[in-house]
């Protein structure tokens, strides 16, 4: 299972949010493969320090992260894509349509995953399925008034209040993701 989260410049959001993943996969991470890249990002850029602060808080390891531009093969070869933004989500639409029934922002996943009923996710057996059950059911998932609730705002040079505020919105969307990406995880998908 290849997930790849997406924000602007890949130095804070989706980098936090692949650390952040990561660790709450726990001893089930080794079964997926997360990364992450950005719409504007340059190659080669650390991690944010306020950002890299965030995902060592949280449980992630920054030091390893180095920024990657996203193209269109990144995009296409991901089975989860998870942007901070819908901006993002539509970029990366825009560059591997097919990624359409795969691609959420984080926050709206999670909010689908959360407003779903146990006997809407039956016969999900594999994490691909798991995507593909999400995408079919977003629309029975009430929207928000607001759309932008899905979105998660771009911390980069903002206040500590506001990295913290931002980790810890990523971090509670991931807990949700993590529960059910474990509950029919890589494992399964071989068998």
Avoid: W
Wanted: glycine content about 8%.
């Amino acid at each position: 299972m290849r997930v790849l989260f997406v924000c602007s410049g890949n130095i804070c959001r989706s980098p936090l949010g692949a650390q952040v993943l990561t660790a709450r996969l726990g001893r089930d991470a080794a079964g997926f493969t997360v990364g992450s890249a950005g719409t504007i990002a340059q190659d080669g850029a650390p991690m944010d320090d306020a950002a890299a602060a965030q995902s060592i808080r949280l449980g992630g390891d920054p030091s390893a992260h180095r920024s990657r531009y996203l193209t269109p093969a990144i995009a296409a070869d991901a089975d989860l894509v998870l942007t901070a933004e819908r901006s993002h989500r539509a970029a990366v639409v825009s560059l591997a349509p097919r990624t359409a029934k795969r691609a959420f922002t984080i926050k709206q996943f999670a909010r689908v995953l959360s407003g779903l009923e146990p006997a809407d996710l039956d016969g999900v057996g594999t994490t691909a399925e798991l995507v593909e059950r999400v995408a079919r059911l977003r629309g029975t998932v009430p929207m928000p008034t607001d759309p932008a609730v899905d979105d998660v705002d771009d911390p980069y040079r903002r206040s500590t209040a506001t990295h913290e505020r931002v980790a810890d919105e990523i971090a509670a969307a991931l807990a949700v993701v993590a529960d059910a990406l474990r509950a029919v995880g890589p494992a399964r998908d071989s068998a």
